[in-house]
């Protein structure tokens, strides 16, 4: 593949381009992917048009460009993540209708220590949740992150505690010695519950998924404001909804933790 100047090849100045949309700017004009992507006008001109002659990008009448119904297509036809999301849908809706609270389905990169979130269902109100689908959050600052690291293998975990880890909050812990800890706890409970780690005034419960050979795939995450809290509500429908994914995805009937897991978050 041929490189730039720069040394980047015409796959990474694509990407470049890609990743400039965002929910916050669905469409861009010309100027705004040259000063976003930091390339050349004629470089960007001419990848844009032929991405938009390929169908990946679309351009209006304003001639601003979008992401083409074709990027779609190509990405939800045969993408792993698109059958979990689908197959994880009905679940994430029964424990929406139970908990009318925020519920998200995610999966892990233990690569860039982030969770991405697949598919996520709204509480109503005016409730601020950070985990946007297609977004990714860290994993130590988010109940899902911890709840799928808690039972990975110990190398995995000690790799993703000896990187760099940022706070969010003043709750947000960073401290390899007392994060281990928490793992092992939430390896021992079967769930997660973090509160004012991302957002200050909200409460965060997940429960893994597990897969074929019983690793982890993913999380099933409620997140509540914190005045609000019923764990008496909000873990039996969560604990039942991940093992029934779980189950789903291949993964072979156990027990949660070795201890019952609905007690008091205090304990």
Do not use: C
């Not at 796959?11 to 400039?20: D, F, H, P, T, Y």
């Not at 169908?55 to 001639?63: A, K, N, P, V």
């Not at 975990?157 to 928490?182: H, M, N, V």
């Amino acid at each position: 593949m041929a490189n730039s100047a720069s040394g980047e090849s015409v796959i990474e100045r694509v990407v470049k381009i890609m990743e400039a949309f965002s929910k916050g700017n669905p469409r861009l004009p010309l100027r705004e992917l040259v000063r976003m992507t930091g390339m050349s006008s004629s470089t960007v001109h001419r990848l844009a048009n032929d991405l938009a002659a390929s169908g990946l990008l679309e351009r209006d009448q304003s001639g601003d460009y979008g992401v083409g119904a074709r990027m779609w297509e190509l990405a939800s036809r045969s993408n792993p993540l698109e059958d979990f999301r689908r197959r994880g849908l009905p679940f994430l809706e029964g424990v929406h209708a139970a908990v009318r609270e925020h519920v998200s389905l995610s999966v892990p990169d233990v690569e860039s220590g982030s969770v991405l979130y697949l598919e996520r269902l709204d509480r109503h109100g005016t409730v601020m949740n950070l985990a946007e689908v297609a977004g990714r959050l860290e994993i130590h600052s988010t109940s899902s992150g911890m709840a799928m690291m808690a039972h990975m293998p110990g190398y995995v975990q000690e790799r993703f505690l000896a990187g760099t880890l940022k706070k969010t909050t003043p709750a947000t812990e960073t401290d390899p010695a007392r994060l281990r800890k928490q793992l092992a706890h939430i390896r021992e409970l079967g769930y997660a519950r973090m509160a004012g780690v991302l957002v200050a005034e909200n409460t965060a419960y997940a429960v893994p998924v597990f897969g074929e050979g019983h690793s982890v795939i993913g999380a099933i995450a409620v997140v509540v404001p914190s005045a609000e809290e019923n764990p008496g509500l909000i873990l039996p429908v969560l604990v039942a909804a991940g093992r029934g994914l779980s189950r789903t995805m291949g993964a072979e009937r156990r027990p949660y933790g070795t201890r019952p897991w609905l007690e008091s978050p205090g304990k």
